[in-house]
């Protein structure tokens, strides 16, 4: 009698080696920072990274992205360990793609694609998915010649001039059509999302802002008593969700948003302008900030500037800096011994007084979220009284 064969099923990750260049006036620490996200952006899709390479350099080399000389580093070691993919941690052009695919003939991605193949794997409402697609055929465009790359390949001849150009062409036109037809489905949406928004109007709104993986939606979650899926990966939360919450007798909107990450790829932020219009007609911002991040400081920086690029950094914001349970300082001597914080601690750091106003919890642990409760029903109530001086609601 046969063996029955049994066949593994599983699905196994993709192995990745990541790259990334120093600039003028970008340190190593910088550098590692960024390919620390970039590997954790790997991992949120589902691959493995073996390795990471970095080369100083006064800007990018515009064939190769890197040198020659590291490109072949690179070769060697891909070919040894059996690597599925090579990441770079910025948007390459479609003649630096296609060079250094043709060198090291594996699969190879930057920031912008691995971003946007994440974004595609997490949207799940019709308006996340329209957004996605659009930002992809963006992003896919300029780098149709890649597709054909094997004609390249192939002797000269009859045959083996024009048919290459004129499917290019083709592909070209049929993306521009599929490129149309999402931004109508947009507007559309756009619309329907409006009047949704104009008869909720009458209530305050407030919108949970911040970098990626800071904690917003478990903060939704406390606040909205909902069930919100939160996870410890990056882009856990891809579509704008809105409930209304009632905190003692006040009623108000909250909404939790995508969140914000460096070199975020502007296909993404063009197509999802629309998503964050919840920002935009917000009455409080609630900024999220993860406080045992070692670079949180510059991850504030980063979601600041986005605000300011959707016109939206002088709305009454209130910082939570979230996590405190997880708290260590960074600025300390490797044998210095660490001192656990305590919330007045806390209380009492320029955190608070350079973030006014600004509260700090734990919202794994359910620390201190009472005080943030108290202080949004006070900033609402004073928006709602200006607003409606004569609702008795409040009295």
């Not at 190879?108 to 055929?137: G, M, P, Y």
């Not at 709305?315 to 300082?329: G, L, Q």
């Not at 009472?370 to 200006?386: D, F, G, N, V």
Request: hydrophobic share 40%; charged share 30%.
């Amino acid at each position: 009698m046969a063996k029955q064969k049994f066949y593994d099923t599983t699905i196994k990750p993709e192995k990745a080696v990541l790259v990334g260049i120093i600039l003028p006036g970008e340190s190593e620490e910088q550098t590692r920072e960024t390919l620390d996200e970039l590997q954790f952006l790997v991992d949120t899709a589902g691959g493995q990274t073996l390795g990471t390479f970095t080369q100083r350099m006064q800007h990018p080399d515009r064939a190769t992205f890197v040198g020659t000389g590291k490109l072949e580093e690179i070769a060697a070691f891909v070919k040894a360990e059996g690597v599925d993919m090579v990441v770079f941690d910025d948007e390459l052009s479609p003649s630096q793609l296609r060079n250094i695919s043709n060198e090291l003939q594996l699969k190879i991605l930057d920031r912008s694609n691995l971003i946007l193949d994440i974004f595609a794997r997490r949207a799940q409402t019709a308006q996340a998915k329209t957004q996605v697609e659009l930002a992809q055929l963006q992003y896919m465009l300029p780098r149709l010649t890649r597709l054909w790359t094997h004609l390249e390949r192939q002797k000269g001849g009859i045959g083996m001039r024009g048919p290459g150009e004129s499917q290019i062409e083709t592909d070209r036109r049929i993306i521009l059509g599929k490129i149309a037809l999402l931004k109508e489905r947009l507007k559309e949406i756009d619309r329907q999302n409006e009047t949704q928004r104009k008869n909720r109007s009458q209530l305050v709104r407030v919108a949970l802002v911040g970098y990626t993986n800071v904690g917003k939606s478990t903060i939704m979650n406390l606040l909205s008593k909902s069930d919100i899926f939160a996870e410890n990966k990056l882009f856990a939360t891809l579509d704008t969700t809105v409930r209304k919450v009632v905190i003692e007798n006040l009623p108000f909107l909250l909404s939790d948003t995508v969140g914000f990450i460096r070199k975020l790829p502007h296909h993404l932020i063009e197509c999802f302008k629309s998503t964050l219009d919840e920002v935009r007609e917000a009455d409080i911002l609630i900024h999220v900030v993860d406080i045992s991040h070692a670079n949180f400081e510059d991850q504030i920086i980063t979601v600041n500037q986005t605000l300011k690029d959707l016109k939206a950094i002088d709305k009454e914001m209130i910082t939570v800096f979230n996590k405190i349970d997880a708290y260590v300082d960074h600025d300390l001597e490797p044998n210095e011994e660490h001192k656990p914080m305590i919330l007045e601690d806390f209380k009492n750091s320029w955190m608070a007084k350079h973030s006014s106003p600004a509260i700090f919890i734990s919202a794994v642990n359910k620390e201190n979220i009472e005080a943030l409760k108290t202080m949004l029903y006070e900033r609402i109530k004073a928006i709602h009284t200006q607003r409606y001086p004569y609702d008795k609601l409040l009295y």
